[in-house]
């Protein structure tokens, strides 16, 4: 959605765009679409062996994402268009590099920001063994 934004400068797309990840940082796939038909649908359906993520880093991620299609949003709505398409190409990167090679960038974040200090130990003790490897969409 946020290559297809990217690439057409079609505004709408910004909306569930960044209602989706409102909705999985909020609540985790219960309310986002694109949520449900990931864990329920396409990942039961994958023939790998699933390597589940603790929950933490992957909703940090999830903000991540909510930061970057707001701001996308935020700019067109500045009418700042191609630096919103930017901002949406950036998600798009690192949503490709999630899909394709399971490498969550919010998931490296975190894990940085766990080891600096700055995200306590407490708020992810399951993080301290964390292999940042594929896994499946938690």
């Known amino acids: 959605m946020s290559l297809s934004y990217a690439v057409t400068g079609v505004a709408w797309l910004l909306v569930?765009?960044?209602y989706g990840f409102l909705a999985r940082v909020t609540t985790?796939?219960?309310?986002s679409p694109l949520g449900l038909l990931a864990t329920k649908i396409v990942t039961p359906r994958i023939n790998t062996?699933?390597?589940?993520?603790?929950g933490p880093p992957k909703r940090f991620a999830q903000f991540v994402g909510l930061v970057?299609?707001?701001?996308?949003?935020?700019?067109?709505?500045l009418d700042l268009g191609t630096a919103s398409r930017l901002v949406a190409?950036?998600?798009?990167?690192?949503?490709?590099?999630?899909?394709?090679?399971?490498?969550?960038?919010?998931?490296?974040?975190?894990?940085?920001?766990?080891r600096l200090g700055v995200i306590p130990e407490r708020v992810c003790e399951q993080c301290n063994n964390l292999v940042l490897e594929p896994s499946a969409k938690v």
């Open 49 to 54: 062996k699933h390597r589940f993520v603790a």
């Open 89 to 114: 190409a950036a998600l798009a990167v690192a949503a490709f590099l999630e899909a394709a090679f399971a490498v969550c960038l919010g998931c490296i974040m975190f894990r940085f920001l766990m």
């Open 68 to 77: 970057f299609s707001s701001s996308a949003s935020v700019l067109w709505m």
């Open 28 to 31: 985790g796939p219960a309310l």
């Open 16 to 18: 569930p765009l960044t």
